[in-house]
């Protein structure tokens, strides 16, 4: 499976993106996903997840009630809806892969597959 991101740029303060990404290969619906970002000089961060077949989502407490992921199996593809962006929100956002499992994880070292990244700028 290869994952594309798409979406990232520049944004003021309280303003949205939408970041997508499009996950090749036959067995989408055998993957849960994950968004992480990292920040300058900083480690990898979970941001949000979502099960194979879309029934469980989760979110950082940093993102949760701004942020929204979700998955279309018929386009392949997994949005991650962020509003009331802030400064601190700034970061390279990825999307990862791991075979789909009991609960979605957190932790970046479960996922194996992993696009490229967009950049994404909050400015204040």
């Known amino acids: 499976v290869q994952l594309v991101e798409s979406g990232g740029g520049l944004v003021q303060a309280g303003g949205s993106l939408r970041l997508s990404c499009v996950v090749s290969?036959?067995?989408?619906?055998?993957?849960?996903i994950a968004w992480f970002r990292r920040g300058s000089g900083e480690d990898r961060q979970f941001v949000a997840a979502?099960?194979?077949?879309?029934?469980?989502?989760q979110y950082a407490d940093s993102v949760k009630g701004r942020f929204t992921t979700s998955r279309d199996s018929a386009e392949k593809m997994v949005f991650l809806q962020m509003n009331s962006l802030q400064p601190e929100d700034t970061a390279v956002y990825y999307c990862?892969?791991?075979?789909?499992?009991?609960?979605?994880?957190?932790?970046?070292?479960?996922?194996?597959?992993w696009g490229q990244g967009t950049q994404v700028t909050v400015s204040s």
């Open positions: 979502v099960s194979a077949m879309g029934g469980r989502t």
């Open positions: 290969g036959r067995t989408f619906s055998r993957y849960d």
């Open positions: 990862a892969a791991t075979a789909a499992g009991l609960r979605t994880s957190t932790n970046w070292k479960s996922y194996r597959r």
